[in-house]
């Protein structure tokens, strides 16, 4: 599976849109883009994934370039709430080996 | 419909004892992942489980460590003789099928293992 890079860490104010850039260059052709959050000592939580379009449900929207070597996760109005660490994940194996990274650490400030 | 279910929360174990880890999967659902996350690191794959068979363990230890996922009941993953090297939360994640394209997987709380 492709590896990913992220930030380490960034700040959004309460309110405002966060912009989580990840960038995945050596990803193939069946790979997907996944993304989910950790909040502090909970499990993870799923919150997107995409293959080459856009998408976007209730959470957040998932913008992936036209090459798919990055993506960028957009949460349109940052609350408390969303403070967690964020993983961005490709994955093409249907036996859900998802391989974590890093992440990156967004604190949501008022 | 009640979620990811693991139990205990916490679990405390003096070295050289034996840690069971339970997990009930989402209903309806009858596969099992297990990852291991040390303190100040990401989530790491062990082992994938469906009713009886362990499809995928490339991320398990290959020693103290083993997994089951019986026709009726949990999954338990089972650590002997631990050591403080085991400390780490453990987590359970369950899918209705082994496709993962279709949606994400549900993750339970974790079970936090301190060994001393």
């Known amino acids: 599976d492709a590896k990913t890079t992220q930030p380490p860490s960034m700040d959004c104010a309460e309110g405002r849109a966060a912009n989580l850039p990840c960038n995945h260059s050596?990803?193939?052709?069946?790979?997907?883009v996944y993304w989910y959050r950790q909040i502090h000592s909970q499990g993870p939580q799923y919150i997107i994934h995409?293959?080459?379009n856009n998408e976007t449900n209730e959470m957040a929207s998932l913008i992936i370039t036209e090459d798919r070597k990055s993506s960028t996760l957009i949460l349109p109005h940052a609350t408390l709430r969303d403070t967690a660490v964020y993983y961005c994940?490709?994955?093409?194996?249907?036996?859900?080996?998802?391989?974590f990274g890093a992440g990156t650490q967004v604190v949501v400030t008022p | 419909n009640a979620g990811v279910m693991q139990n205990p929360r916490h679990l405390v174990r003096r070295r050289g004892q034996e840690a069971r880890l339970r997990c009930s999967p989402m209903?309806?659902?009858?596969?099992v992942y297990w990852y291991r996350q040390l303190p100040e690191e990401g989530l790491k794959f062990m082992v994938y489980l469906q009713k009886e068979n362990i499809i995928d363990e490339s991320g398990m230890p290959k020693e103290r460590f083993s997994a089951e996922f019986p026709k009726e009941g949990p999954s338990i993953l089972r650590i002997q003789q631990v050591v403080r090297g085991d400390s780490a939360a453990y987590f359970c994640a369950s899918s209705p099928d082994r496709t993962a394209f279709n949606y994400g997987y549900t993750f339970g709380s974790g079970t936090r293992l301190t060994v001393v």
């Open positions: 995409g293959l080459k």
């Open positions: 050596t990803i193939s052709g069946n790979e997907y």
């Open positions: 994940i490709v994955s093409s194996d249907s036996w859900g080996k998802l391989q």
């Open positions: 209903k309806g659902h009858s596969h």
